[in-house]
């Protein structure tokens, strides 16, 4: 079975752990490191240590929905709206400003970071906290990744979701293969997912 590593627990590592699983259920380990000791990145919540049910979004605090990406994202916004995930603001808020017409807003009535939960439950992955990643190296078909402090270990495909800056900070091999065309780096992980399926 093709070991995937998704670095990042944030909202792109968790949808894409999601996607994964349905597009190829079985046939792929999934497994999700991200350096901090939750999941959310930019879309985390925290809870009062005296009272759990008193929590905060730090990052993100409503979603917003274009009329476009409402349209084409529509069966992910079912999805979180089916499951109570998402719920449409409906409250004012003041002096809010739309850049769009018809834009739909939506809040986290279980904090915002309960998306990204969802996704994680979704995917199966494992999923491991405390997990900073500082080294990724060419190995044979696949790639070695280091993290401070532990072991490293293979991977046959490893997708990195964090903020480019944070990227660029990694070391190893992952500063040449960003100087490869981008159509290179697809080719290749398309022809990886061809040999998985
Ligand atoms: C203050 C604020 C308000 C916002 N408001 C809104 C809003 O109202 N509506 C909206 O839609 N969006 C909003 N956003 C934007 C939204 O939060 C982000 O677009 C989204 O969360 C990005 O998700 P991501 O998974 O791409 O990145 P991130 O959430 O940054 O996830 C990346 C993850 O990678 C991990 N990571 C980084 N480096 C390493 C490493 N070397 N090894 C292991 N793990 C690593 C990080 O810990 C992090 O968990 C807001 C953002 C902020 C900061």
């Known amino acids: 079975m093709s070991r995937v590593l998704i670095v990042g ?12 699983r349905r597009e190829l259920p079985n046939k792929v380990k999934i497994v999700v490191w991200d350096k901090s000791r939750g999941s959310g990145g930019r879309m985390s919540t925290s809870r009062s240590p005296n009272n759990s049910a008193c929590t905060v979004d730090l990052g993100a605090q409503y979603i917003s929905a274009t009329p476009y990406y409402a349209r ?14 998402l719920k449409p603001l409906v409250a004012p808020v003041e002096n809010m400003m739309s850049k769009e017409e018809g834009i739909m807003n939506y809040v986290t009535p279980h ?74 780096v697809f080719l290749d992980i398309e022809a990886k997912l061809q040999q998985i399926n």
């Open 72 to 85: 084409i994202h529509s069966s992910f916004y079912e999805e979180l709206l089916a499951q109570d995930i």
């Open 111 to 184: 904090g915002v970071s309960s998306i990204v939960k969802h996704y994680l439950k979704e995917s199966g992955a494992e999923v491991l906290y405390d997990r900073h990643v500082t080294h990724i190296h060419r190995k044979d078909t696949g790639w070695e990744v280091c993290h401070k402090g532990g072991a490293s270990q293979q991977f046959d495909i490893v997708v990195l979701t964090m903020p480019v800056p944070q990227i660029l900070q990694l070391q190893g091999d992952v500063e040449s293969w960003c100087e490869l065309q981008w159509t290179d």
């Open 9 to 20: 627990a944030g909202l792109t590592g968790s949808i894409c752990a999601c996607l994964l």
